[in-house]
């Protein structure tokens, strides 16, 4: 059964800093492309960040571009999100996502096989 468990959303002040992260079990993890998404209340999920299975070649929509890093510890199959300068327009449940290798890239929703639960991360003005 796979399993993907986010952690580290919570409450922070804008200008502040997360580090999100996504435990994954019950799959090869090196056998995918791992992104986070983000859906903020009355909206539609969307895209943030995606990293490839080795890890090499990241990719970041534009509103996060310079302030979030997506990583990869293939070791200990966790995949994070650190974000930065945190804006009240980040407040949103952040979901983990795994896609398999060899999919298109970048992620979009309909690429993606497995999705965590989500965690909330709500940032204050």
């Known amino acids: 059964q796979v399993q993907l468990v986010e952690s580290g959303g919570g409450l922070v002040q804008a200008g502040g800093s997360l580090r999100l992260s996504c435990a994954a079990s019950g799959l090869t993890f090196t056998n995918y492309n791992m992104g986070w998404f983000r859906q903020a209340p009355g909206k539609e999920r969307e895209f943030v960040a995606a990293?490839?299975?080795?890890?090499?070649?990241?990719s970041y929509t534009d509103s996060v571009k310079g302030r979030a890093t997506i990583s990869r510890d293939n070791a200990k199959n966790t995949v994070y999100l650190q974000m930065n300068s945190l804006k009240p327009e980040d407040t949103a449940v952040y979901y983990c996502?795994?896609?398999?290798?060899?999919?298109?890239?970048?992620?979009?929703?309909?690429?993606?096989?497995?999705w965590g639960k989500g965690t909330l991360v709500t940032v204050s003005s």
């Open positions: 990293i490839t299975w080795g890890g090499r070649i990241t």
């Open positions: 996502a795994a896609a398999p290798r060899g999919g298109r890239w970048p992620l979009s929703l309909n690429d993606i096989q497995y």
